[in-house]
């Protein structure tokens, strides 16, 4: 049996799986860590908060999201597709990160001052009052100057694989919002404090991630122009798409905040917590295969076998995942606490949901690190006509209609993108023919 096994790794296919199969149970275990941190903090948020303030708290972060993506726009994807062709040279490395804070930081200034407003409106709408609306907004800036940097620090490691420091620096931060949380709100249970305890911890993480990405960038080079070419045009693609998904990512949200109450939100929110359970998945991706499916080369063939056996394997966490909370809903539901315990219909379907939302956003990154942006108009516009449809035939004041809602939509988006994803790869083939053809 020895021998056996020996042969088999020393098999070229099989030896590659076992590498696969170490770094995803190392990364996985790590992230496991991580985000174990990350929901214990999120479900003391939902015990040590009242309804109330836990729907203003739902409010604020859905907002964070929102405003978090429009600061993006497309940069972070543009980051990682230019960095991943020239992520072995530091000096072309160094200038395309530089390139997306600037643009960040432009980007960032706009959508603040645009999407406040709109937040404080929300706020005080469900009765927080315009003193404690304004302290929420107050504590929101930490957290999205964190969240600015976060992600465009971490393409240098991400592109050359140093994963450990990466997952050193988010445990550390996770650890010191969950020390933050305990204290704070056993003092004062407010959604002003449990924003606050977020975005303080990620501050100082960021300090030292900057110093963990020095090892492969210079933090001082200065904007690249050819860079910023190459990102603004994923941008501008992007940017139309970016403002409607970003409201779209946060729909079920803002529907419940327009049709139903205080409570509704609250459930919603709390429902969303068990579906951070996948960002452990989430952090895999975005470590591990994101930044390798950037690197391969341009070859239809690679692609679609890559493409085919991560969709296969996302598809069975899919249907296994809801398929559990099917099976055990009450042990779920028994997390969140009494107030949430009889959510045992909504909690399947909020699991289903957020399965197939992950998919969803796994497949876009995809096609985005290889710069395929399907058209905003077409995209958009199609999204928007099945939404109109799904509006008018759900009662939205509903929990449960809301997350059916949030259900078909992603279906939808999973349709849409895979099917465009099957276009490039066909448009790719049809130019390495027309390429060999002269030599043939």
Known sequence: MKALLLRAAAHPRYSAAIRWGKLLSVIASAQMLIQGLGFLSGFLVIHMLSTH???????A???????????????????????????QDRAALSGVLATGMSLRRKFALATFAISLPVLLYMLVRHDAGWLTASLIILALIPAFVAMLTQDLLAVPLRLHQDVTPLQKNDLLGNAGRLVIL???????????VAV???????IWANMQLRRLASRFVDLSAPPDPVAQKEILAIVKRTLPGTIYYCVSGQISVWLISIYGNTSSIAEIGALGRLSALLTVLGAVWSTVVTPRFARLPANSKLLLSTFLKIFAAVTLLVILIPALVYLFPTQVLYILGRSYASLTTEVVLSALGGC???????????????????????????????????????NLSSTTNVLIYAILNSAWGLVMYSGYFFYKIAELRKQELAAAEPSA
């Open 53 to 59: 303030e836990y729907g203003l708290y739902t409010l």
């Open 356 to 394: 197939m939302s992950m998919m969803v956003g796994w497949l876009y990154a995809i096609s985005l690190t290889r710069g395929w942006v399907m058209s905003p108009v077409i995209s958009i516009t199609l999204s928007i006509v099945v939404q109109i449809v799904l509006i008018l035939l759900l």
């Open 61 to 87: 972060y859905a907002m964070l999201g929102t405003i978090t993506t429009l600061a993006d726009a497309g940069i972070g994807s543009g980051v990682m597709a230019s960095g991943g062709r020239v992520w």
């Open 182 to 192: 305990a204290g704070g709100l056993f003092l004062f249970p407010l959604t002003v």
């Open 196 to 202: 606050l305890a977020n975005g303080l911890p990620r």
